[in-house]
Nanobody
Framework: QVQLVESGGGLVQAGDSLRLSCAASGRTFAVDTMAWFRQAPGKEREFVSS????????VYSDSVKGRFTISKDNAKNTVSLQMKSLKPEDTAVYYC???????????WGQGTQVTVSS
């Protein structure tokens, strides 16, 4: 099992910045990719950004490219999402995700609310 604990959500104004963190524990040796997804009210969960466990490869959705930066602290097994120039449409519950490449299992955090007011 991989346990994921998110932190850093909150209420901010449009244009502000916010940093989310996700601490991974357990079978982290088997994790090859970590990512952030988000789900707005009444909408499906959508991909935001991902990073390989080595930190060598990152991917962003078009909606956040240039505004969000994903990074990984290998010493702490923590993945962070630095969000800048936030927009009201970024309002959502943000979920941390990890993939166990050996077992082919997916793991999710409990989610953290990000609310951007206009």
């Amino acid at each position: 099992q991989v346990q994921l604990v998110e932190s850093g959500g909150g209420l901010v104004q449009a244009g502000d910045s916010l940093r989310l963190s996700c601490a991974a524990s357990g079978r982290t040796f088997a994790v090859d990719t970590m990512a952030w997804f988000r789900q707005a009210p009444g909408k499906e969960r959508e991909f935001v950004s991902s990073i390989t466990w080595s930190g060598s490869t990152t991917v962003y959705s078009d909606s956040v490219k240039g505004r969000f930066t994903i990074s990984k602290d290998n010493a702490k097994n923590t993945v962070s999402l630095q969000m800048k120039s936030l927009k009201p449409e970024d309002t959502a519950v943000y979920y941390c995700y990890a993939r166990d490449n050996i077992r082919g299992s997916d793991y999710w955090g409990q989610g953290t609310q990000v609310t951007v007011s206009s």
